[in-house]
């Protein structure tokens, strides 16, 4: 194997991990949003023994999120909206949200767009050609954020 190769691979690996973890998590969430909401009794049972094991991930979800303050601004933003949002607005409505704050820290559009990405992958968000759209999986996510504010 290439060395270089096994050094980006060595490198990106916890990247990856942390990706995957994400994407497991929101997918939780939203198993357990579609069992609450299903009448079918097939859904009315417990949940298995691993899913039942990996709540402590979705707790650690929505931990991470309530300690990340750019995750926080956007998602209230989007919680606000009810129609698509391009990158431009979110960006413009969290900064306006952080001056009405009087916080003097500006948002770097690269921050932006790797937190809209993650939020993406954990299937807070959706994305379509007309901007980005919370999920209900973000909107049960926002929910106990915006309890602790």
Known sequence: MNPALFTIL?????????LALFFVAGRLIRIDLNRAGAA???????????????RALEDALVEFFARSNE??????????????????????EVQLEKDRRCNAYVLPMSIAWLVLCILQVSGLVRMSRHGFLLTEVGREVHRPLSKKA
């Not at 060595?10 to 942390?18: D, V």
């Not at 956007?74 to 413009?92: D, E, M, N």
């Open 10 to 18: 060595i490198i990106a690996s916890p990247f990856l991990l942390a």
């Open 71 to 92: 995750s926080c601004h956007i998602l209230s933003v989007l919680v606000t909206h009810r129609k698509p949002l391009r990158f431009a607005a979110i960006a413009q």
């Open 40 to 54: 079918d009794s097939r859904f009315a049972k417990r949940p298995w023994q691993f899913i039942r094991d990996l």
